[in-house]
């Protein structure tokens, strides 16, 4: 079976791994340290602080920005769950806004029509979850424009966009945003088996995010409320989790980190041979400018035949041994979504790209003959080879 995605390990990765099993800490020891420089670093961001997955930091950049009951936050229908789930686990109420049928992330102007609406009825979001999906960013200059004169604050899941750009810099660069998380599960741009990483130019949600991700224990004597009663004292002084990273999977991740670029850059090769192996085929390809900085953490197509040809493909790749995938069922259909009042028709942009997508292998250890088993076997299952 071709899979959808795959993790990419060297040796160097697994004799990380094995140095720490080796050492004395297996957790809240170097590593994670390690880890949370080399995104900094490669970000070009002053603070990074890693987590036990991008769920997980979603959650804490959450409640880093004091989201709670009575707040707002929007995100966009076709994402992974998690998008919207970290406002429901504060408290809040999630709203969505219907995608760019181009590039399937959030469409700006239907926010800024949105915002205009809230803005008068007193419902405007406190903070706006933006994806960048399949690895494009969202357009952040208009988003923090729209942020700046609605007054809400901006979460970038990056889950797919690690190793992307917007502009002149690095996705997680901390300039277009409050806060910005990445996923490092296995299918991501780079793994540590189960991991996120939360990045930020604001030393104060930098603070919040540490003690948060440590059961809201206060380690800076500074900020205590009491005088320490001795070397053993500490302060529990909000209500936190254990969001804690490993040092097994921190040196996974901090060893992968080095290799960012050259993955993402095998990425957009496999993604280039893809545009032009199926141009002139009857599917939607992505928007393709290479100017654009893409991740290109999935290649996702669009069948005009709609959700009966989407599923004739994806089950007869399936039987062709090509593990394609869908990315994303509208989060709004779900029925947990749907109990809180969604349904179908709410976002057609969202779901009329739902109908017909399908997402093909791209990963960077896929074969150029494996890519070409692919191509052929969509070709003969599209009744056009
Ligand atoms: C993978 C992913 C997440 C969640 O990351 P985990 O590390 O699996 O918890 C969140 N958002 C998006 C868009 C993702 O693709």
New binding site residues.
Partial sequence: MIPYARQQLNDSDIAAVVEVLRSERLTQGPAIETLERAIAGYCGVRHAVAVS??????HLACRALDIGPGDRVWTSPI??V??ANCALYCGAEVGFVDIDPGTRNLCVATLADRLERAARDGTLPKAVVV?H?AGLSCDMAAIGALAGRYGFRVIE?A??ALGGRYRDAPVGCGRHSDLT?F???P??TITSG???VVTTSDARLDARLRRLRSHGIERDAKAWVAEAEGGWYYELTELGYNYRITDIQAALGASQAARIDEFVAARRRLAARYDAALAGLPLRLPQCDPAAGSAH?LYVIELPGGAAQRRRVYDGLHADGIGVQVHYIPVHLQPLYRALGFGPGDFPHAEAYYAGALSLPLYPGLRDDEQQRVVSALRRRLGEG
């Fill in positions: 997955s991008g769920t997980a930091a979603l994402t992974f998690a998008s994806v999906f899941d889950a797919h998380v996923s490092l599960h299918v991501k189960e991991g996120g953490h």
